[in-house]
């Protein structure tokens, strides 16, 4: 499980493990900005600094969720939560069941965002194509916490995760909100002869072009 804090002075972090100082022997915290950072995406800060009061009763980093591995027993409960947009004439029960046969589904890694009391607030798949390649598909929010920017953060703490394990990570997706979403995430819109499945729209991250092996899981449509 990684948390995600509030800096005080309003933006968001990604807690990504702790440490020790190799000379003292320091607790540090390690973590990640959720937030393009021209000097750098990983920070570390003492941990009892991280941790104390700026002010009485006004602490510098406060816990807003955590994201953790969704687990199969969870599946039931969360997966519905992408049911109106995705669910066709079947039931709940047989949309959370196809989603649980669904090739994509099994060979994927999907991320729960949960708020500081639990809440469940969204998931999203990440599928490992290739070393620095993941995709990233069926994005859902929990219905009654929709329109809050949680799909934007869900997306951006779990493609930190990933870039915590390997700066040089490609995402790839199919936008089926609007574009600019995405594009404030680092996604840029594919050339057109690459968008094969629209309205649902293409997009990657980078400015390097698009390899053969990348346009092939975006003909398959991952």
Not at 38 to 54: G, K, T
Not at 172 to 200: N, T
Request: with cysteine; charged share 25%.
């Amino acid at each position: 499980m990684w948390t995600i804090y509030r800096h005080t002075k309003g933006m968001l972090y990604l807690k990504v493990g702790t440490a020790l100082h190799s000379e003292s022997c320091q607790p540090l915290e390690i973590y990640r900005t959720l937030y393009d950072n021209d000097m750098a995406p990983l920070w570390a800060r003492p941990q009892a600094m991280f941790h104390e009061e700026v002010t009485p009763g006004q602490k510098r980093f406060t816990e807003v969720g955590t994201i953790r591995v969704l687990m199969p027993e969870d599946e039931a409960h969360y997966l519905c939560f992408g049911f109106d947009a995705w669910g066709g004439d079947c039931s709940v029960d047989e949309f959370v069941a196809s989603c649980t046969i669904n090739r994509n589904h099994v060979r994927g890694t999907r991320y729960l965002l949960e708020s500081s009391n639990g809440e469940p607030l969204g998931n999203l798949n990440t599928l490992r194509f290739a070393r620095g390649l993941v995709g990233i598909a069926s994005m859902s929010v929990n219905p009654l916490h929709r329109g809050m920017g949680y799909g934007s953060i869900l997306t951006r703490a779990v493609m930190e995760l990933l870039r915590y394990e390997d700066q040089t990570t490609r995402f790839m997706l199919f936008s089926e909100v609007r574009p600019s979403m995405y594009e404030r995430l680092g996604f840029r819109r594919v050339d057109d002869e690459y968008q094969f499945h629209l309205p649902s729209v293409a997009m990657v991250t980078g400015d390097e072009p698009i390899t053969e092996q990348q346009v092939s899981f975006l003909r398959e449509y991952f």
